[in-house]
């Protein structure tokens, strides 16, 4: 199963970008600063960037950890080579992608400020997401901030249909994730906080390691 969502991604890193600019209208734009902000990176942070993608949020993360470093992962390589391609073009020196599996992530203990998910931790179903939000504790520094960005459940009724059915394509378990995720991040992180939009529309929820 994990080979063809990595073939999927791969092809799909040909229309993404393209896909989200038609659809945000530049709204990603603005929220992918109000993550950097909500996160409190620091000049000199350490900071990952989980299911990067093609790097849209790692190349914001890295204007504000302009004097650390910012590491994107991402097990496609098709995402990874359009985010290389971005960091480049743009000339960001302090930006770096790797190829990894978000369960088993490829970092010693300890070594990151902040770690940032943008729109992909609802991706990660089965036992992947738990692994995953207990290895990003263990990379986290003490005191370090887990902080995840995922849409909000909305309140029109057609709109509320389409977010359902997207959960409903993560398996039996995308509604258990929605209803039990804070309970499950206060599990493993200490001081979790759910902040929405004005909007409405989009949520953040951060999570600090204590010790």
Same mark, same amino acid.
């Given at each position: 199963m994990r080979r063809y969502r990595q073939k999927y991604y791969d092809l799909f890193s040909n229309f993404y970008d393209l896909i989200i600019k038609l659809h945000s209208k530049d709204n990603r734009l603005f929220l992918r600063?109000?993550?950097?902000? *909500?996160? %409190?990176i620091k000049p000199s942070d350490a900071v990952l960037d989980l299911c990067? %993608?093609?790097g849209e949020l790692a190349l914001v993360l890295a204007h504000y950890a302009f004097k650390g470093r910012v590491i994107g992962l991402d097990f496609s390589? %098709?995402?990874?080579? *359009?985010a290389k391609e971005k960091a480049q073009k743009n000339g960001t020196k302090n930006l770096f992608f790797v190829a990894g599996d978000a369960a088993h992530l490829p970092f010693k203990e300890g070594v990151f400020d902040v770690v940032t998910c943008s729109h992909a931790m609802y991706e990660l179903s089965g036992k992947t997401r738990p692994l995953a939000l207990r290895e990003i504790k263990r990379c986290l520094k003490s005191k370090g901030l887990f902080c995840m960005m995922e849409h909000e459940e909305p309140k029109q009724p057609f709109i509320r249909l389409l977010y359902y059915i997207r959960l409903l394509s993560m398996g039996k378990e995308g509604r258990k994730i929605i209803r039990n995720e804070l309970k499950e991040l206060k599990g493993i992180f200490n001081n979790v906080i *759910?902040?929405?939009t004005s909007s409405g529309k989009t949520k953040v929820i951060c999570g600090q390691k204590i010790g």
């Open positions: 600063h109000y993550l950097a902000r *909500k996160s %409190g990067t %993608g093609t390589l %098709g995402m990874l080579n *359009k *759910k902040e929405v």
